[in-house]
């Protein structure tokens, strides 16, 4: 990607900006800023001339991304409380930004850590990372007209585009192995890596990458979003919580006050997975999410919306209840899960555990007791925390479920279904923070089967509620300390800086 093999001629480059030292956050990201969007508005101008036929058959263009680096020479004392915001030991390093304006509090933030805890200028300015032409667009930016190849001259002749060597996650898996002088990882995700999650989240959730927030529920059930939908109109009609408008797929905009009228038109079809964001302030309201059925689609949208940096995510959906004491409608705080969705294994093998973390689960417990109005020895009535198993295969029930229901027993797992442990493994992997609650909707291994029109009072109650303890949750979550939030379990031995 970096050499142009095969091509003659040197591409065509804006001019060169050279990485200059900073000592303000603020300064910093502004020119991240500058950098990106001369270089990409270089770009898209190049593309406009090819379209229109204007370019030679030799000639390429070329723009980098920018870039942040640090050299950090003494192993000084940080915070040992910190999670992030700080490198483990001296060295130099780097990493591509893209779309700096998205993430502006976000890298002033991490940029201003940098400097909080090292006492260095941070350096910006052009890496050696080409901006793959795709890419270039955002922001609903595109060019009127079409392109044609022909034979012997295709798109690639003339511009870079996406290449998977620099577009995994070798980063946050621990894999990656930089060249001999290489500068190690200042961020969990390279610039080409982002770019290709923030395309694909507006392909699959139908909504921009700017609106989503920073607390995020996953759930399976359309009613949960109508549910969303209802009470987040009710919020937005009474100026209540701090909300300011809320966002449909289409990027339909409902805004705050009374009889507030919504704006822009649906998609002509729903996505696969549709997102609905309830926004506040700095990205702190909340967004749902409507991930569908099986861990495939827990694993796709979570790869994606994990480059936005969340705060939370939180699982909620229904589960099938493993213990003969469990009534259709309880609910299940999971602590512990039994992996077998077989879509992780080679990112985050099955052998490493998942583990609950203390900040999530108080707030869910939390949640549920102000929610229900029960507390202490009452509410283990209606909520029991335990392990949740995630398989792979919805019709289960039709195998032979003798050894199932024994790996179950040996596992002391009480739920199953087809998410939660995918959602919380990949959270773990990302080190966003991770939460499950489930609703108890079927117990096959005892008979007792949802069917239609057969849902208990109970059922019905506990179902009606769920959806506002995890909001609850949420809003707890966001009313604690960022750095207590993330917590320092889901840190491996070397990490980067960047949160």
Same mark, same amino acid.
């Given at each position: 990607?970096?050499?142009?093999?095969?091509?003659?001629?040197?591409?065509?480059?804006?001019?060169?900006?050279?990485?200059?030292?900073?000592?303000?956050?603020?300064?910093?990201?502004?020119?991240?800023?500058?950098?990106?969007?001369?270089?990409?508005?270089?770009?898209? /101008?190049?593309?406009?001339?090819?379209?229109?036929?204007?370019?030679?058959?030799?000639?390429?263009?070329?723009?980098?991304?920018?870039?942040?680096?640090?050299?950090?020479?003494?192993?000084?004392?940080?915070?040992?409380?910190?999670?992030?915001?700080?490198?483990?030991?001296?060295?130099?390093? !780097?990493?591509?930004?893209?779309?700096?304006?998205?993430?502006?509090?976000?890298?002033?933030?991490?940029?201003?850590?940098?400097?909080?805890?090292?006492?260095?200028?941070?350096?910006?300015?052009?890496?050696?990372?080409?901006?793959?032409?795709?890419?270039?667009?955002?922001?609903?930016?595109?060019?009127?007209?079409?392109?044609?190849?022909?034979?012997?001259?295709?798109?690639?002749?003339?511009?870079?585009?996406?290449?998977?060597?620099?577009?995994?996650?070798?980063?946050?898996?621990?894999?990656?192995?930089?060249?001999?002088?290489?500068?190690?990882?200042?961020?969990?995700?390279?610039?080409?890596?982002?770019?290709?999650?923030?395309?694909?989240?507006?392909?699959?959730?139908?909504?921009?990458?700017?609106?989503?927030?920073?607390?995020?529920?996953?759930?399976?059930?359309?009613?949960?979003?109508?549910?969303?939908?209802?009470?987040?109109?009710?919020?937005?009609?009474?100026?209540?919580?701090?909300?300011?408008?809320?966002?449909?797929?289409?990027?339909?905009?409902?805004?705050?006050?009374?009889?507030?009228?919504?704006?822009?038109?649906?998609?002509?079809?729903?996505?696969?997975?549709?997102?609905?964001?309830?926004?506040?302030?700095?990205?702190?309201?909340?967004?749902?999410? /409507?991930?569908?059925?099986?861990?495939?689609?827990?694993?796709?949208?979570?790869?994606?919306?994990?480059?936005?940096?969340?705060?939370?995510?939180?699982?909620?959906?229904?589960?099938?209840?493993?213990?003969?004491?469990?009534?259709?409608?309880?609910?299940?705080?999971?602590?512990?899960?039994?992996?077998?969705?077989?879509?992780?294994?080679?990112?985050?093998?099955?052998?490493?555990?998942?583990?609950?973390?203390?900040?999530?689960?108080?707030?869910?417990?939390?949640?549920?007791?102000?929610?229900?109005?029960?507390?202490?020895?009452?509410?283990?009535?209606? !909520?029991?925390?335990?392990?949740?198993?995630?398989?792979?295969?919805?019709?289960?029930?039709?195998?032979?479920?003798?050894?199932?229901?024994?790996?179950?027993?040996?596992?002391?797992?009480?739920?199953?279904? !087809?998410?939660?442990?995918?959602?919380?493994?990949?959270?773990?992997?990302?080190?966003?923070?991770?939460?499950?609650?489930?609703?108890?909707?079927?117990?096959?291994?005892?008979?007792?089967?949802?069917?239609?029109?057969?849902?208990?009072?109970?059922?019905?109650?506990?179902?009606?509620?769920?959806?506002?303890?995890?909001?609850?949750?949420?809003?707890?979550?966001?009313? !604690?300390?960022?750095?207590?939030?993330?917590?320092?379990?889901?840190?491996?031995?070397?990490?980067?800086?960047?949160?």
């Amino acid at each position: 990607m970096f050499d142009t093999p095969g091509f003659e001629t040197p591409p065509i480059l804006p001019g060169l900006i050279p990485f200059a030292g900073f000592s303000d956050a603020q300064a910093a990201v502004e020119r991240l800023v500058e950098i990106y969007a001369r270089n990409t508005a270089f770009l898209r /101008n190049a593309f406009a001339e090819y379209a229109a036929g204007r370019f030679a058959k030799s000639q390429r263009v070329r723009a980098y991304y920018p870039a942040v680096r640090i050299q950090v020479r003494t192993y000084q004392g940080v915070d040992t409380r910190l999670s992030y915001g700080h490198v483990g030991e001296p060295g130099a390093y !780097m990493t591509t930004v893209t779309q700096p304006a998205l993430y502006f509090e976000y890298l002033k933030e991490q940029i201003g850590l940098l400097l909080k805890n090292h006492g260095v200028p941070v350096e910006i300015g052009e890496s050696n990372m080409p901006i793959p032409l795709h890419f270039a667009f955002a922001d609903g930016q595109y060019i009127e007209g079409t392109y044609a190849d022909t034979p012997g001259d295709s798109l690639r002749d003339h511009f870079d585009v996406p290449d998977l060597e620099v577009t995994d996650d070798a980063i946050v898996n621990g894999t990656w192995q930089g060249r001999n002088g290489e500068p190690m990882p200042l961020a969990p995700f390279t610039a080409p890596r982002v770019d290709y999650s923030l395309h694909r989240l507006k392909h699959y959730t139908a909504t921009d990458p700017q609106h989503f927030q920073n607390f995020v529920l996953f759930t399976n059930y359309q009613f949960y979003v109508d549910e969303f939908c209802q009470w987040a109109r009710e919020t937005l009609n009474q100026s209540e919580g701090g909300y300011t408008t809320l966002i449909e797929p289409g990027n339909m905009v409902t805004p705050r006050g009374p009889d507030a009228e919504r704006s822009g038109r649906p998609p002509a079809r729903m996505p696969q997975m549709p997102s609905y964001h309830l926004v506040r302030e700095n990205h702190t309201g909340i967004t749902l999410i /409507n991930i569908g059925v099986g861990p495939s689609n827990a694993k796709t949208i979570t790869d994606h919306v994990a480059v936005l940096r969340p705060s939370a995510w939180l699982m909620l959906g229904h589960c099938a209840g493993l213990r003969t004491t469990q009534r259709l409608g309880d609910y299940v705080l999971a602590h512990g899960y039994v992996r077998q969705d077989h879509v992780l294994d080679d990112d985050l093998p099955i052998w490493v555990p998942v583990p609950p973390l203390a900040e999530i689960q108080v707030a869910l417990e939390q949640a549920v007791a102000e929610v229900a109005g029960l507390s202490g020895w009452e509410l283990k009535k209606i !909520m029991r925390t335990g392990t949740v198993a995630t398989i792979d295969n919805r019709n289960w029930e039709l195998r032979d479920h003798r050894e199932l229901a024994q790996r179950f027993s040996m596992s002391r797992a009480i739920a199953l279904d !087809m998410e939660s442990a995918t959602v919380a493994a990949n959270g773990f992997r990302f080190r966003v923070p991770y939460g499950t609650l489930l609703c108890v909707s079927d117990k096959p291994l005892h008979g007792e089967l949802k069917l239609p029109g057969m849902a208990s009072d109970f059922y019905q109650t506990q179902v009606a509620r769920h959806l506002h303890i995890g909001i609850r949750a949420l809003e707890m979550l966001r009313d !604690m300390p960022r750095e207590r939030l993330h917590s320092r379990k889901l840190r491996s031995f070397i990490e980067t800086a960047f949160k």
